[in-house]
DNA sequence: CGTGCTGTTGAGGACGATCAATGACGGTGG
DNA sequence: CCACCGTCATTGATCGTCCTCAACAGCACG
């Protein structure tokens, strides 16, 4: 089902240790004054708002638990997600980084999430102490450029099956880097389309089509992959964009 | 025509002088350091490329005149353009940052080119010793992803003629904020092409009807904006994005 | 004076959008 | 407990945008 995903765990931090490991934070001390500055925790209900379109930016968010994506709502009402966020990836750097910029963008939980805040002043206090750290939020950000660019070509270049196939894989794999290892996209369709820039109809023939392929499983209801390399092989697949050696060696991917 | 630009200026450092400052770089001894790390200069041919997919990143290259394009090549010879790069950025931040990543991106030049180099140990040296420099860069990379967000998004939503009017917009903004003001756009229709994800015979429909309706100049072989204001509103474009207020407040954007 | 790139034109066809309707499910309030 | 509603998933039909293929003209280059 699309609601559920793993219960949150003991602290929702043990993801952002991971994802900031992955990004070359090797010092622990570096680490726990990231830790340390996560403050409030906060439940937030799937379809709701995490991050909204033009509200002040008086501290960041960090996804500790849950489902979430950035997207932005065009003047016909139709929504156009950038990219999907897991726990341990921050939802509004962006703001932080550049403020005058992007009152249109927001982040949207898609299932039920847990957020951590760290105030605008702890920050720069922590960026300032810990030059580590302020590396390795750039490399977040570029990170996320390089998941945007890859999803630009996708939609740009790829036929509607590929498109749809390449988004599902990404997902599988970045759930992969959180140790979150199940077989089912905690998505449904129409995020799908909104991502793939695709109608929900055609979403929906498409996903059809996986299914009887056999590379989704004909589970009704939810988005579940049965056959990761067909899949990967559809999607012309090459998670290199998404820098987690780590959790691709064992995804046999080539070219 | 396509291979001309503005002649290089005397060192084509004050286009990243321009760049920097947008960004916040408002310390005149922080810029001074950014100069004084910026070593070689080259020239390079038009079509050639500035940054080759999966080359050895040793130094930075920042581009100080002409215009470039961030592109990847994918296998069946087709080309996406990712974005634009003008006088003032840097080709290749990403593979700095994240030089496990991306060895397929490339830049190219789509006109005569003249470039910077930095070599990496400068570039540590410096952004150590200049914290604000430090994130003027991240600024300048959360840029360039805010400008692959809004590409992503007129490729995926909008008609043809919007996205190539959009596009056009785009270049012509960020031509004005470094002093570039012409109304000519130093891009081919195949390049339009492979930046708005459509076929060059499509473009070439299209720009013949943006010059039927008086948008583009009759030109033919270049590409020459008559009418601004009606290409905005054609593109519906906001160009917030681009993170210039200055440049933008000419600009009768709302929405 | 060819060769190559860019721009231009025409015809046909495919992929995906749009419109419309229905079923299944879950939650809510009477 | 049941009626109601909203979201998600599904199906069919039609239509249009844009692609592909193919050819050719102009200009720049060697």
């Given at each position: 089902m699309v609601g559920s995903m793993k219960p949150p765990q003991a602290s929702g931090l043990d993801a952002l240790a991971l994802k900031f490991r992955g990004l070359g934070l090797d010092s622990e001390a570096d680490l726990q004054s990231l830790f340390r500055i996560v403050r409030i925790r906060e439940a937030i209900n799937r379809?709701?708002?995490?991050?909204?379109?033009g509200s002040p930016p008086k501290q960041l968010t960090v996804l500790l638990a849950g489902v979430a994506c950035l997207h932005k709502r065009l003047e016909d009402g139709t929504r156009q997600i950038y990219s999907f966020q897991y726990p341990g990836?921050?939802?509004?750097l962006h703001r932080y980084v550049l403020?005058?910029?992007?009152?249109?963008v927001a982040v949207m939980a898609l299932t039920d999430c847990l957020i951590g805040t760290i105030c605008h002043d702890d920050m720069e206090r922590s960026l300032a102490q810990h030059p580590k750290l302020s590396l390795a939020f750039w490399r977040a950000s570029m990170l996320e450029a390089s998941i945007f660019r890859e999803r630009l070509l996708n939609i740009s270049r790829r036929a509607a099956l590929s498109r749809v196939a390449n988004i599902i894989c990404e997902q599988l794999i970045r759930l992969e880097a959180i140790n979150?290892?199940?077989?089912?996209?905690?998505?449904t369709q129409v995020d799908l389309a909104d991502a793939a820039g695709l109608s929900v109809v055609h979403v929906n023939r498409i996903v059809q089509d996986l299914r009887r392929i056999g590379?989704?499983?004909?589970?009704?209801?939810s988005i579940e992959v049965a056959d990761r390399e067909r899949l990967v092989e559809l999607a012309n697949f090459?998670?290199?964009?998404?820098?987690?050696p780590n959790v691709l060696s064992h995804w046999k991917i080539d070219a």
């Open positions: 379809s709701e708002n995490i991050v909204d379109a990836d921050f939802c509004d403020p005058e910029l992007d009152q249109a979150i290892n199940g077989t089912a996209i905690p998505v590379a989704l499983s004909k589970e009704r209801r090459n998670g290199r964009y998404l820098n987690m």
